[in-house]
Each structure stands twice: as C-alpha cells, then as structure tokens.
C-alpha cells in the first residue's frame, strides 16, 4: 500500500521516503516500525525489519530488540484511479482529520469496499470504518480511540473473513461496545445455509469477561445496483448478514 500525507503536494521529486510495516499481531512494542529509503534496493530494509521482529518475537526477548511502538496510523484511502469515489469523498475527510491528528493522518491507496467511500482503517488495530464525511468522521475515530467503536460505520477488522468482520461487527453493536481488540475469534464453521443465503457459517468468539458468544452469520445477495462511481452498469453483489448473537456461557446463556 501506498501512503501520503493529505493535500497538494508541490513537488513528486522526493530525495528520501518512508517505509513502515504493521503486524496488528506483535507485540505493542513492536507492531509499527518506520524506515527510510531514497532507492528501490533499500527497501529490503523493510523485509530485514519484519524478519528481526519475527526473530525477536520467536525468542521472547524484549531487551534485545527494541522497537517503539509508534502513535498509530490513519490511513484514508483517496485512491481516485480505482474509483472516483474514493478520491471525491476520501480527500476531504483526510484533511479533516489531518487538522485534529496531523502526526497520524495518511492518504492511501486501495483498501478495497468502493462503495463504502470514504474509508478510513486504523493501524496497527485493523479497524475499518465505512460512509464517513467530514461532519462525522473525527467522532468515528475519536469514539474508536476511547474505547467505542461505532458500530453504525464499522466495516470490521482487518485479516478476517467476510463472516467473522459480521460477527465481529454484531457483538460490538448487540452486547458492547467493547474495547477494540477485546473480542477474539475463536471458530468460524461453514454450516447449511437456509432460505434465501447462498453461504452461512457459525462464529464463535470470546467476550472480554470471558464468556463466549455465537453468531450465525448468512450471505445474501443484493439486487444489481451501480455499486461505485466508476461502475458503467449495474451489478449484483454479496453481503454478509449477522444474525442475533447467543451468549453460550454464563446466566445471559440462550
């Protein structure tokens, strides 16, 4: 993925650039690293820095390796060459947010869901937001930074298939919201699926007092509509729909 920062900018000549890798996995002290690099061979620097980080991780030794976790980033993506949308809605709410968190904020590249523009994703948490303007991105994100993810915009996390980010989105919106990265995957089965579903599957995750939590989760398909700007006819496509979310554990149990 490409980054950059919001607005104009005067020159496309840069001397150095940065690179920076994200393992939302890692450690928190070592899950943002930065780089910097002026040719494309230096950017082995990168593949070098993951590896020591994996190696570090691999042998539980902090005092070796250290690696500051740096503030997390913003990105926005204004990708306007994959669809006008992104570049028309995603510009204007990266200034907006740049204004607030000048140090985070970042223009990016594709991050897939065109028809959800503008789309902002939270590294290193891997959260997704979707449908954000200026009158309403800032309080999406300052809402995920204090701990409550608004669940109205919320797209789910990053690394996840399409039926766990549902389930993911379902318990926050049904029993939360919890802090991100409290909710954990456990399972997620492909079952039989009913009526009008052309997939299902059953997700099972671990609330953040312990207790676990199930969702059936089914695939629908929607009308054909023109999904994106770009899109020159319509076209159908496939959502994920959660169903209610059963506490398997406890005296909420069902």
């Known amino acids: 993925m490409l980054i950059r920062r919001p607005g104009r900018h005067s020159s496309a000549v840069c001397l150095s650039r940065a690179w920076c890798v994200v393992d939302p996995a890692a450690p928190s002290d070592r899950r943002v690293t930065w780089g910097t690099w002026a040719y494309p061979a230096e950017l082995l620097g990168a593949v070098d820095r993951v590896e020591e980080l994996h190696a570090a991780q691999a042998a539980d030794d902090a005092g070796r390796v250290v690696v500051p976790d740096e503030d997390r980033l913003i990105l926005v993506c204004t990708h306007g060459r994959k669809d006008v949308?992104?570049?028309?809605?995603?510009?204007?709410?990266?200034?907006?947010?740049?204004?607030?968190?000048?140090?985070?904020?970042?223009?990016?590249?594709?991050?897939?869901?065109?028809?959800?523009?503008?789309?902002?994703?939270?590294?290193?948490?891997?959260?997704?937001?979707?449908?954000?303007?200026?009158?309403?991105?800032?309080?999406?994100?300052?809402?995920?930074?204090?701990?409550?993810?608004?669940?109205?915009?919320?797209?789910?996390?990053?690394?996840?298939?399409?039926?766990?980010?549902?389930?993911?989105?379902?318990?926050?919106?049904?029993?939360?919201?919890?802090?991100?990265?409290?909710?954990?995957?456990?399972?997620?089965?492909?079952?039989?699926?009913?009526?009008?579903?052309?997939?299902?599957?059953?997700?099972?995750?671990?609330l953040p007092d312990g207790r676990r939590a199930q969702v059936e989760v089914g695939e629908h398909r929607r009308p054909a509509a023109r999904l994106t700007c770009r899109a020159t006819a319509p076209k159908e496509s496939q959502v994920p729909v959660a169903g209610p979310v059963r506490v398997l554990d406890g005296p909420d149990a069902s």
């Open 85 to 206: 949308c992104c570049a028309l809605r995603g510009r204007p709410v990266a200034l907006d947010l740049a204004r607030r968190w000048p140090e985070q904020v970042w223009e990016c590249t594709h991050t897939g869901g065109d028809r959800f523009a503008a789309n902002v994703v939270l590294l290193p948490d891997g959260a997704t937001y979707g449908g954000l303007d200026t009158p309403t991105a800032a309080d999406v994100v300052q809402a995920h930074l204090d701990g409550r993810p608004d669940t109205a915009h919320l797209r789910g996390a990053t690394g996840h298939p399409r039926a766990v980010q549902a389930a993911l989105v379902a318990v926050h919106e049904q029993l939360g919201p919890f802090p991100w990265g409290s909710v954990a995957v456990e399972d997620a089965t492909a079952v039989e699926p009913t009526g009008q579903e052309v997939a299902a599957h059953r997700v099972t995750l671990r």
